[in-house]
Protein backbone atom coordinates (compact mmCIF):
# COMPACT_ATOMS: atom_id res chain seq x y z
CA UNK A 1 0.00 0.00 0.00
CA UNK A 2 1.58 3.54 -0.75
CA UNK A 3 1.92 5.95 1.94
CA UNK A 4 0.91 8.60 0.00
CA UNK A 5 -2.37 10.57 -0.10
CA UNK A 6 -3.43 13.24 -2.93
CA UNK A 7 -6.04 15.22 -2.38
CA UNK A 8 -8.25 16.49 -5.31
CA UNK A 9 -10.40 19.40 -4.18
CA UNK A 10 -12.96 19.07 -7.02
CA UNK A 11 -13.19 15.49 -5.90
CA UNK A 12 -13.52 15.86 -2.78
CA UNK A 13 -16.35 18.39 -2.99
CA UNK A 14 -17.81 16.42 -5.20
CA UNK A 15 -18.05 13.57 -2.89
CA UNK A 16 -18.42 15.52 0.67
CA UNK A 17 -21.17 13.82 1.54
CA UNK A 18 -22.36 12.50 5.18
CA UNK A 19 -21.16 8.93 6.10
CA UNK A 20 -20.07 6.81 9.14
CA UNK A 21 -16.52 6.84 10.67
CA UNK A 22 -16.54 3.34 10.11
CA UNK A 23 -14.67 2.90 13.47
CA UNK A 24 -17.53 -0.54 13.70
CA UNK A 25 -19.06 -1.85 11.16
CA UNK A 26 -22.64 -2.07 11.31
CA UNK A 27 -21.87 1.22 13.15
CA UNK A 28 -24.01 2.22 16.57
CA UNK A 29 -26.73 3.77 14.15
CA UNK A 30 -27.67 -0.17 14.01
CA UNK A 31 -27.80 -1.00 18.03
CA UNK A 32 -30.58 -1.71 19.16
CA UNK A 33 -32.20 -2.44 22.71
CA UNK A 34 -33.00 -6.37 21.76
CA UNK A 35 -29.30 -6.93 22.54
CA UNK A 36 -29.33 -6.11 26.36
CA UNK A 37 -27.26 -7.62 29.25
CA UNK A 38 -28.19 -11.52 28.96
CA UNK A 39 -27.46 -11.50 24.93
CA UNK A 40 -24.67 -9.84 26.49
CA UNK A 41 -23.39 -12.11 29.16
CA UNK A 42 -23.69 -15.12 26.98
CA UNK A 43 -21.67 -13.49 23.96
CA UNK A 44 -18.82 -12.99 27.12
CA UNK A 45 -18.79 -16.08 28.41
CA UNK A 46 -18.87 -17.97 24.67
CA UNK A 47 -15.49 -15.69 24.08
CA UNK A 48 -13.29 -17.47 26.68
CA UNK A 49 -13.51 -20.43 24.66
CA UNK A 50 -10.34 -22.03 22.84
CA UNK A 51 -7.51 -20.11 22.23
CA UNK A 52 -9.50 -17.19 23.59
CA UNK A 53 -8.24 -13.11 22.73
CA UNK A 54 -6.40 -11.17 25.29
CA UNK A 55 -8.37 -8.13 25.90
CA UNK A 56 -8.83 -4.62 25.32
CA UNK A 57 -10.36 -2.08 27.72
CA UNK A 58 -11.93 1.35 27.22
CA UNK A 59 -12.61 3.19 30.43
CA UNK A 60 -14.83 6.49 29.64
CA UNK A 61 -14.71 9.65 32.54
CA UNK A 62 -17.38 11.76 31.44
CA UNK A 63 -16.87 14.78 33.99
CA UNK A 64 -15.13 18.01 32.75
CA UNK A 65 -15.03 21.03 34.47
CA UNK A 66 -15.75 23.18 31.90
CA UNK A 67 -17.25 22.45 28.34
CA UNK A 68 -15.48 23.07 25.15
CA UNK A 69 -18.04 24.44 22.84
CA UNK A 70 -16.97 21.79 20.17
CA UNK A 71 -17.00 18.40 21.86
CA UNK A 72 -19.51 15.57 20.80
CA UNK A 73 -18.59 13.80 23.35
CA UNK A 74 -20.63 12.23 26.13
CA UNK A 75 -19.54 14.52 29.38
CA UNK A 76 -20.81 15.69 32.14
CA UNK A 77 -19.75 19.85 33.02
CA UNK A 78 -19.01 19.93 36.97
CA UNK A 79 -16.85 21.32 39.75
CA UNK A 80 -19.00 19.11 42.26
CA UNK A 81 -15.92 16.36 43.32
CA UNK A 82 -18.61 14.15 45.32
CA UNK A 83 -19.71 13.48 41.24
CA UNK A 84 -16.66 11.66 40.36
CA UNK A 85 -16.73 9.95 43.63
CA UNK A 86 -20.14 8.72 43.11
CA UNK A 87 -19.42 7.71 39.49
CA UNK A 88 -16.45 5.69 40.65
CA UNK A 89 -18.20 3.63 43.10
CA UNK A 90 -20.00 2.45 40.44
CA UNK A 91 -17.34 2.03 37.84
CA UNK A 92 -15.36 -0.09 40.54
CA UNK A 93 -18.63 -2.21 40.79
CA UNK A 94 -18.94 -2.56 36.63
CA UNK A 95 -15.03 -3.51 36.94
CA UNK A 96 -16.11 -6.59 39.28
CA UNK A 97 -19.15 -7.28 37.13
CA UNK A 98 -17.39 -7.01 34.50
CA UNK A 99 -14.04 -9.24 35.21
CA UNK A 100 -16.10 -11.72 36.84
CA UNK A 101 -16.97 -12.95 32.42
CA UNK A 102 -13.97 -13.16 31.57
CA UNK A 103 -11.10 -15.86 32.36
CA UNK A 104 -8.17 -14.53 33.65
CA UNK A 105 -5.98 -16.35 31.74
CA UNK A 106 -6.95 -13.50 28.81
CA UNK A 107 -4.15 -10.47 29.63
CA UNK A 108 -5.19 -6.86 29.37
CA UNK A 109 -3.34 -5.89 26.74
CA UNK A 110 -4.11 -2.55 25.45
CA UNK A 111 -5.52 -0.03 27.87
CA UNK A 112 -7.04 3.28 27.36
CA UNK A 113 -8.58 6.03 29.66
CA UNK A 114 -10.96 8.27 27.83
CA UNK A 115 -13.83 11.01 28.42
CA UNK A 116 -14.88 13.57 29.58
CA UNK A 117 -11.71 14.32 30.90
CA UNK A 118 -10.05 11.51 32.67
CA UNK A 119 -7.57 14.08 34.45
CA UNK A 120 -10.85 15.33 36.29
CA UNK A 121 -10.07 12.75 39.02
CA UNK A 122 -7.48 13.09 41.12
CA UNK A 123 -4.28 11.32 41.22
CA UNK A 124 -5.29 9.01 43.42
CA UNK A 125 -8.29 8.57 42.21
CA UNK A 126 -7.01 6.99 39.25
CA UNK A 127 -4.73 5.09 41.20
CA UNK A 128 -7.17 3.33 42.46
CA UNK A 129 -9.27 2.95 39.25
CA UNK A 130 -6.23 1.17 38.09
CA UNK A 131 -5.50 -1.51 41.05
CA UNK A 132 -9.15 -2.22 41.29
CA UNK A 133 -8.83 -3.05 37.26
CA UNK A 134 -6.25 -5.29 38.30
CA UNK A 135 -7.78 -7.24 40.99
CA UNK A 136 -10.45 -8.37 38.59
CA UNK A 137 -8.27 -8.79 35.09
CA UNK A 138 -4.44 -10.04 34.32
CA UNK A 139 -3.03 -6.87 33.56
CA UNK A 140 -0.14 -7.87 30.31
CA UNK A 141 3.24 -6.08 31.72
CA UNK A 142 4.79 -6.98 28.40
CA UNK A 143 6.42 -4.53 26.13
CA UNK A 144 3.48 -5.17 23.91
CA UNK A 145 0.99 -3.58 25.98
CA UNK A 146 -0.44 0.13 25.37
CA UNK A 147 -1.85 1.64 28.14
CA UNK A 148 -2.81 5.33 27.06
CA UNK A 149 -4.93 7.79 28.65
CA UNK A 150 -6.12 11.34 27.50
CA UNK A 151 -4.51 14.09 29.81
CA UNK A 152 -6.05 17.86 29.66
CA UNK A 153 -2.51 19.73 30.45
CA UNK A 154 -4.88 22.55 32.55
CA UNK A 155 -6.02 19.77 34.88
CA UNK A 156 -2.79 17.91 35.65
CA UNK A 157 -1.65 17.68 39.07
CA UNK A 158 2.41 17.34 39.09
CA UNK A 159 2.30 14.00 40.43
CA UNK A 160 -0.68 12.53 37.89
CA UNK A 161 2.13 11.52 34.64
CA UNK A 162 4.71 9.89 37.20
CA UNK A 163 2.33 8.08 38.93
CA UNK A 164 0.36 6.78 35.94
CA UNK A 165 3.72 5.67 34.38
CA UNK A 166 4.68 3.61 37.67
CA UNK A 167 1.46 1.22 36.94
CA UNK A 168 2.66 0.92 33.33
CA UNK A 169 0.77 3.96 31.49
CA UNK A 170 3.12 4.02 28.02
CA UNK A 171 0.93 6.52 26.02
CA UNK A 172 -0.73 10.43 26.28
CA UNK A 173 -3.06 11.79 24.06
CA UNK A 174 -3.25 15.84 24.83
CA UNK A 175 -6.18 17.81 23.38
CA UNK A 176 -4.32 20.56 21.38
CA UNK A 177 -6.77 21.90 19.03
CA UNK A 178 -5.68 24.74 17.89
CA UNK A 179 -2.80 27.06 19.51
CA UNK A 180 -4.35 30.41 18.18
CA UNK A 181 -5.69 32.54 21.27
CA UNK A 182 -8.45 33.91 19.34
CA UNK A 183 -10.10 29.90 18.23
CA UNK A 184 -9.52 29.04 21.73
CA UNK A 185 -12.00 31.90 23.30
CA UNK A 186 -13.84 31.12 20.41
CA UNK A 187 -14.48 27.38 21.55
CA UNK A 188 -13.73 27.76 25.69
CA UNK A 189 -10.46 25.71 25.33
CA UNK A 190 -7.80 28.29 25.99
CA UNK A 191 -4.30 26.46 27.39
CA UNK A 192 -0.85 27.90 26.23
CA UNK A 193 1.78 26.46 23.95
CA UNK A 194 4.10 26.28 27.47
CA UNK A 195 1.24 23.89 28.98
CA UNK A 196 1.24 21.50 26.17
CA UNK A 197 5.34 21.32 25.72
CA UNK A 198 5.80 21.24 29.84
CA UNK A 199 3.69 18.37 29.65
CA UNK A 200 5.35 16.47 26.54
CA UNK A 201 8.62 17.36 28.36
CA UNK A 202 7.56 15.42 31.63
CA UNK A 203 5.95 12.86 29.60
CA UNK A 204 9.56 11.95 27.61
CA UNK A 205 11.67 12.22 30.81
CA UNK A 206 9.05 9.90 32.43
CA UNK A 207 9.78 7.35 29.64
CA UNK A 208 6.32 7.38 28.22
CA UNK A 209 6.85 5.48 24.66
CA UNK A 210 4.15 7.82 22.77
CA UNK A 211 2.42 11.06 22.80
CA UNK A 212 -0.50 12.01 20.78
CA UNK A 213 -1.48 15.32 19.98
CA UNK A 214 -4.92 15.80 18.92
CA UNK A 215 -5.80 19.02 16.40
CA UNK A 216 -9.49 19.67 14.63
CA UNK A 217 -9.62 21.80 11.23
CA UNK A 218 -12.81 23.57 10.87
CA UNK A 219 -12.98 25.25 14.19
CA UNK A 220 -15.02 29.22 14.25
CA UNK A 221 -12.39 31.77 13.03
CA UNK A 222 -9.29 29.63 12.26
CA UNK A 223 -7.73 30.81 8.80
CA UNK A 224 -5.04 29.09 6.25
CA UNK A 225 -2.84 31.44 7.88
CA UNK A 226 -3.55 31.13 11.73
CA UNK A 227 -3.46 27.15 11.56
CA UNK A 228 -0.55 27.06 9.70
CA UNK A 229 0.97 28.60 12.65
CA UNK A 230 -0.28 25.76 14.79
CA UNK A 231 1.21 23.16 12.75
CA UNK A 232 4.45 24.67 12.68
CA UNK A 233 4.03 24.65 16.68
CA UNK A 234 3.23 21.05 16.54
CA UNK A 235 5.68 19.49 14.05
CA UNK A 236 8.25 21.39 15.97
CA UNK A 237 7.11 19.95 19.23
CA UNK A 238 7.28 16.30 17.14
CA UNK A 239 4.53 14.40 18.81
CA UNK A 240 4.69 10.66 17.86
CA UNK A 241 0.73 10.25 16.77
CA UNK A 242 -1.22 13.18 15.37
CA UNK A 243 -5.04 12.97 15.05
CA UNK A 244 -6.41 15.81 12.84
CA UNK A 245 -10.11 15.58 12.77
CA UNK A 246 -12.74 17.34 10.52
CA UNK A 247 -14.55 19.72 13.09
CA UNK A 248 -18.36 18.32 12.97
CA UNK A 249 -21.02 21.37 13.68
CA UNK A 250 -24.05 19.18 15.00
CA UNK A 251 -25.77 21.13 17.26
CA UNK A 252 -28.61 19.57 17.15
CA UNK A 253 -27.24 16.53 18.71
CA UNK A 254 -24.82 18.57 21.00
CA UNK A 255 -25.89 21.04 22.98
CA UNK A 256 -22.56 22.96 23.83
CA UNK A 257 -22.16 23.62 19.89
CA UNK A 258 -24.79 25.83 20.40
CA UNK A 259 -22.47 28.39 21.69
CA UNK A 260 -20.52 28.61 18.95
CA UNK A 261 -21.42 31.15 16.76
CA UNK A 262 -22.22 29.61 12.78
CA UNK A 263 -21.32 32.53 10.67
CA UNK A 264 -17.14 32.22 12.53
CA UNK A 265 -17.04 28.90 11.07
CA UNK A 266 -14.78 28.55 8.14
CA UNK A 267 -16.88 28.54 4.72
CA UNK A 268 -16.56 25.29 2.56
CA UNK A 269 -13.65 26.32 0.56
CA UNK A 270 -11.75 27.46 3.42
CA UNK A 271 -12.25 24.54 5.41
CA UNK A 272 -10.89 22.45 1.92
CA UNK A 273 -7.51 24.64 2.65
CA UNK A 274 -6.96 23.87 6.19
CA UNK A 275 -7.34 20.07 5.20
CA UNK A 276 -5.34 20.61 2.45
CA UNK A 277 -2.52 22.56 4.89
CA UNK A 278 -3.17 19.80 7.14
CA UNK A 279 -2.03 17.03 5.03
CA UNK A 280 0.49 19.06 3.27
CA UNK A 281 2.85 20.52 6.36
CA UNK A 282 2.58 17.42 8.47
CA UNK A 283 3.49 14.78 5.18
CA UNK A 284 6.30 17.28 4.69
CA UNK A 285 7.34 16.94 7.97
CA UNK A 286 8.12 12.95 7.79
CA UNK A 287 4.54 11.79 9.43
CA UNK A 288 3.20 9.09 7.62
CA UNK A 289 -0.33 9.43 6.12
CA UNK A 290 -2.02 6.68 8.05
CA UNK A 291 -6.19 6.87 6.77
CA UNK A 292 -8.62 9.68 7.19
CA UNK A 293 -7.29 11.94 10.42
CA UNK A 294 -4.32 10.08 11.75
CA UNK A 295 -0.68 10.74 11.12
CA UNK A 296 2.04 8.85 12.66
CA UNK A 297 6.00 9.15 12.44
CA UNK A 298 7.86 6.42 10.73
CA UNK A 299 9.02 4.81 13.91
CA UNK A 300 6.07 4.59 15.26
CA UNK A 301 4.01 1.77 16.14
CA UNK A 302 0.91 2.85 13.77
CA UNK A 303 3.23 3.42 11.34
CA UNK A 304 4.57 -0.23 11.76
CA UNK A 305 1.10 -1.84 11.73
CA UNK A 306 -0.23 -0.38 8.65
CA UNK A 307 3.47 -1.54 7.00
CA UNK A 308 3.00 -5.48 8.14
CA UNK A 309 -1.03 -5.38 7.36
CA UNK A 310 -2.06 -5.68 11.51
CA UNK A 311 -3.23 -1.99 11.44
CA UNK A 312 -7.18 -2.25 12.87
CA UNK A 313 -9.94 0.33 13.18
CA UNK A 314 -12.00 0.47 16.52
CA UNK A 315 -13.84 2.90 18.05
CA UNK A 316 -11.26 5.14 19.21
CA UNK A 317 -9.89 5.24 15.59
CA UNK A 318 -7.22 3.17 14.10
CA UNK A 319 -5.17 0.90 16.34
CA UNK A 320 -2.22 -1.90 16.65
CA UNK A 321 -3.99 -4.12 18.57
CA UNK A 322 -7.13 -6.04 16.42
CA UNK A 323 -6.49 -9.02 18.28
CA UNK A 324 -8.22 -8.14 21.22
CA UNK A 325 -11.94 -8.15 22.49
CA UNK A 326 -12.96 -4.30 23.87
CA UNK A 327 -14.77 -4.11 27.17
CA UNK A 328 -16.64 -1.03 27.74
CA UNK A 329 -16.75 0.35 31.08
CA UNK A 330 -18.45 3.12 32.00
CA UNK A 331 -21.63 5.17 31.09
CA UNK A 332 -22.17 5.32 27.36
CA UNK A 333 -19.12 3.20 26.90
CA UNK A 334 -19.11 0.58 23.90
CA UNK A 335 -17.50 -2.92 23.49
CA UNK A 336 -16.73 -4.94 20.81
CA UNK A 337 -16.83 -8.90 22.43
CA UNK A 338 -16.34 -12.09 19.79
CA UNK A 339 -19.44 -11.00 16.69
CA UNK A 340 -21.17 -8.04 18.95
CA UNK A 341 -21.19 -4.89 19.74
CA UNK A 342 -22.25 -3.38 22.87
CA UNK A 343 -22.86 -0.16 24.89
CA UNK A 344 -23.61 0.85 28.42
CA UNK A 345 -26.65 3.41 29.44
CA UNK A 346 -26.04 7.35 28.16
CA UNK A 347 -28.34 8.81 30.89
CA UNK A 348 -26.11 8.78 34.47
CA UNK A 349 -29.16 7.69 36.45
CA UNK A 350 -30.04 4.81 34.22
CA UNK A 351 -26.48 3.47 34.39
CA UNK A 352 -26.07 3.94 38.30
CA UNK A 353 -29.74 2.24 38.77
CA UNK A 354 -28.34 -0.81 37.24
CA UNK A 355 -25.57 -1.41 38.94
CA UNK A 356 -27.28 -0.35 42.15
CA UNK A 357 -29.24 -3.27 41.42
CA UNK A 358 -26.22 -5.72 40.46
CA UNK A 359 -26.58 -5.25 36.43
CA UNK A 360 -24.45 -4.74 33.99
CA UNK A 361 -25.92 -1.41 32.52
CA UNK A 362 -25.95 -2.91 29.44
CA UNK A 363 -28.60 -0.75 27.31
CA UNK A 364 -28.09 -1.67 23.46
CA UNK A 365 -26.04 -3.21 20.77
CA UNK A 366 -26.20 -5.87 17.81
CA UNK A 367 -25.38 -9.64 17.29
CA UNK A 368 -23.30 -9.74 13.98
CA UNK A 369 -24.66 -11.94 11.06
CA UNK A 370 -22.92 -13.41 8.85
CA UNK A 371 -22.78 -11.09 6.08
CA UNK A 372 -22.83 -8.19 8.79
CA UNK A 373 -18.94 -10.07 9.18
CA UNK A 374 -18.49 -10.46 5.80
CA UNK A 375 -18.91 -6.70 5.07
CA UNK A 376 -16.93 -5.89 8.28
CA UNK A 377 -13.76 -7.20 6.90
CA UNK A 378 -14.24 -6.18 3.60
CA UNK A 379 -14.74 -2.38 5.38
CA UNK A 380 -11.55 -3.34 7.77
CA UNK A 381 -9.31 -4.42 4.71
CA UNK A 382 -10.08 -1.07 2.86
CA UNK A 383 -9.87 1.47 5.53
CA UNK A 384 -6.56 0.36 7.43
CA UNK A 385 -4.97 -2.03 4.22
CA UNK A 386 -6.10 0.19 1.22
CA UNK A 387 -6.63 -2.66 -1.13
CA UNK A 388 -8.73 -5.95 -1.25
CA UNK A 389 -8.17 -9.72 -2.09
CA UNK A 390 -11.57 -10.84 -3.62
CA UNK A 391 -10.29 -14.21 -4.25
CA UNK A 392 -8.95 -14.24 -0.75
CA UNK A 393 -12.71 -13.41 0.15
CA UNK A 394 -14.00 -15.86 -1.61
CA UNK A 395 -12.11 -18.76 -0.03
CA UNK A 396 -12.31 -17.33 3.29
CA UNK A 397 -16.04 -17.47 3.13
CA UNK A 398 -17.20 -19.91 0.52
CA UNK A 399 -18.57 -17.66 -1.78
CA UNK A 400 -18.47 -16.19 -5.22
CA UNK A 401 -17.47 -12.58 -4.81
CA UNK A 402 -18.78 -11.38 -8.06
CA UNK A 403 -22.15 -12.78 -8.01
CA UNK A 404 -22.21 -11.67 -3.75
CA UNK A 405 -21.39 -8.01 -4.46
CA UNK A 406 -22.46 -7.44 -7.88
CA UNK A 407 -24.37 -4.64 -7.13
CA UNK A 408 -21.51 -2.93 -5.36
CA UNK A 409 -19.35 -3.61 -7.95
CA UNK A 410 -21.46 -2.00 -10.33
CA UNK A 411 -21.49 1.00 -7.77
CA UNK A 412 -17.70 1.09 -7.79
CA UNK A 413 -17.30 2.06 -11.49
CA UNK A 414 -17.98 5.81 -11.14
CA UNK A 415 -15.64 5.41 -7.99
CA UNK A 416 -12.76 4.09 -10.62
CA UNK A 417 -13.77 6.45 -13.30
CA UNK A 418 -12.52 9.42 -10.68
CA UNK A 419 -9.38 7.46 -10.28
CA UNK A 420 -10.49 6.59 -6.07
CA UNK A 421 -9.70 3.19 -6.74
CA UNK A 422 -7.93 0.48 -9.14
CA UNK A 423 -9.20 -2.97 -9.84
CA UNK A 424 -8.32 -6.14 -11.71
CA UNK A 425 -9.58 -9.58 -11.42
CA UNK A 426 -8.12 -9.82 -7.69
CA UNK A 427 -7.59 -7.44 -6.19
CA UNK A 428 -9.22 -3.64 -5.25
CA UNK A 429 -7.17 -1.15 -4.72
CA UNK A 430 -7.44 2.41 -3.19
CA UNK A 431 -5.56 4.89 -5.07
CA UNK A 432 -3.62 8.09 -3.39
CA UNK A 433 -6.38 10.22 -4.69
CA UNK A 434 -8.90 7.74 -2.94
CA UNK A 435 -6.82 7.68 0.10
CA UNK A 436 -8.26 11.17 1.26
CA UNK A 437 -11.81 9.64 0.46
CA UNK A 438 -11.68 5.85 2.31
CA UNK A 439 -15.47 6.35 4.16
CA UNK A 440 -17.13 7.35 0.49
CA UNK A 441 -15.27 3.89 -0.65
CA UNK A 442 -16.28 1.85 2.31
CA UNK A 443 -19.89 3.24 2.35
CA UNK A 444 -20.44 1.41 -1.23
CA UNK A 445 -20.27 -2.33 0.57
CA UNK A 446 -22.22 -0.82 3.75
CA UNK A 447 -25.64 -2.31 3.40
CA UNK A 448 -27.34 -0.83 6.57
CA UNK A 449 -26.48 2.38 4.70
CA UNK A 450 -29.85 2.69 2.54
CA UNK A 451 -31.80 2.65 5.67
CA UNK A 452 -29.69 4.86 7.98
CA UNK A 453 -30.35 8.61 7.54
CA UNK A 454 -27.71 10.92 6.49
CA UNK A 455 -27.97 13.41 9.64
CA UNK A 456 -27.02 10.39 11.98
CA UNK A 457 -23.30 11.31 10.65
CA UNK A 458 -21.34 13.53 10.21
CA UNK A 459 -19.48 15.06 7.00
CA UNK A 460 -17.08 13.01 5.18
CA UNK A 461 -14.90 15.65 4.91
Not at 16 to 41: I, K, L, N, W
Not at 199 to 212: E, F, I, N, P
Not at 232 to 241: A, K, L, N, S
Not at 311 to 322: A, I, P, V
Amino acid sequence: MSLAVKLDAALIRRYDCHGPRYTSYPTAVQFHTGFDEQHYRRVALLSNSGSARPLSIYVHVPFCARPCFYCGCNKIVTRNPAHAEQYLQRLHREIELQGALFERRRNMRQLHFGGGTPTYLSTSQLVALFEQLGRHFSIDRSEQREFSIEIDPRTLAANTLPSLAALGFNRLSLGVQDFDPQVQRAVNRQQSVEQIAGCMSQARTLGYRSVSFDLIYGLPLQTPASFGTTLDTVVQMRPDRIAAYGYAHMPRLFKAQRAIHTEQLPDADTRMQLLELTVERLTDAGYVYIGMDHFALPSDDLSRAMRDGTLHRNFQGYSTHGDCDLIGLGVSAIGAVGNSYSQNRKQLSAYYAALDAGRLPVERGIALSVDDILRREVIQRLMCQGSLSMREIERRYALDFDSYFASELTSLKPLAADGLIQSDADTIRVTEAGRGLLRNIAMVFDAHLPRASSTQYSKVI
